[in-house]
């Protein structure tokens, strides 16, 4: 049972903060929670995590950069943490081509957003990625484990976290603060049976889905397969098949405008 109280001076001494919401009730109650789960529970750290800052994309730093809406060849392609909806997903992206080498991003890391009003989204590299890199904002975090389902899952815990307040009340600073990997350990994460974290990572990644519609659809059979598809279709998948029926449309928009002949096909 839950039962708040003052922080003393020990729990202070221990925490080494007073510009923080860690001594509050809410705070307090949620953490609980966790920390009294029945199959136990590890900070974020001593899970196997850890982290590393993106490279700083100033001109100071990099000297030389030019910057495009579009791939060009040899670009770096930027996830920043600012385009990250709170849902996990890319906004959008842009590119970057500078001779500075970059930071790159890998299979199963977690892009965090340290900084600002969007301290705390989070986004997974869910495919292997050589050219994907982020800013000093973006921090990566780190699975250690190489385990994909489970960086998935503190992701989804993660956007669960800071939807109730908890990585604000971790946080510090003004103007949206930050969330500084030196305050990662202060963040508990439950040790879910793996047959209930792999019912939370389907909602977002389910890797037994395949997009039949670039295969199988044409205009007769289009809107039954979407819709069967996104019956199942994970966060990820679904922010896939937006963005590539999105350009689909597009390019049979621009085919009318210019009086070609609009194809009809998925592929």
Not at 60 to 89: C, M, W
Not at 187 to 204: G, H, N
Not at 258 to 263: G, S, T
């Amino acid at each position: 049972m839950f039962d708040f109280s003052f922080p003393g001076i020990g729990e202070i001494t221990a925490m080494e903060r007073l510009d923080t919401g860690l001594y509050n009730e809410e705070f307090k109650k949620l953490n609980h929670l966790v920390l009294n789960y029945k199959y136990g529970s590890k900070n974020l750290i001593s899970r196997g995590f850890t982290w590393a800052r993106g490279t700083s994309l100033e001109n100071d730093a990099i000297k030389t950069r030019i910057d495009s809406d579009v791939y060009i060849n040899g670009f770096y392609e930027l996830v920043l943490p600012t385009h990250i909806s709170q849902y996990g997903f890319v906004e959008k992206s842009f590119f970057i081509g500078t001779p500075t080498k970059l930071k790159t991003i890998s299979k199963g890391d977690i892009i965090f957003g340290g900084e600002g009003f969007g301290k705390g989204r989070t986004y997974v590299v869910i495919e292997d990625s050589k050219n994907v890199a982020t800013n000093y904002h973006g921090i990566r975090i780190i699975n250690e484990n190489n385990d994909l389902n489970e960086s998935i899952f503190i992701r989804c815990f993660l956007a669960f976290w800071r939807d109730k307040g908890m990585i604000d009340y971790i946080g510090v600073g003004g103007s949206g603060g930050h969330c500084a990997p030196a305050y990662f350990h202060l963040i508990e994460t439950p040790l879910f049976p793996d047959k209930k974290m792999r019912v939370i990572v389907k909602l977002y990644h389910n890797d037994s889905l395949n997009y039949k519609l670039t295969t199988e659809a044409n205009l007769n059979n289009f809107l039954q397969l979407d819709n069967d598809y996104n019956k199942l279709a994970g966060i990820y998948e679904l922010d896939k098949s937006a963005k590539l029926l999105k350009n689909k449309l597009n390019e049979a928009i621009d085919n009318i405008i210019n009086d070609n002949p609009v194809i009809t096909s998925f592929l």
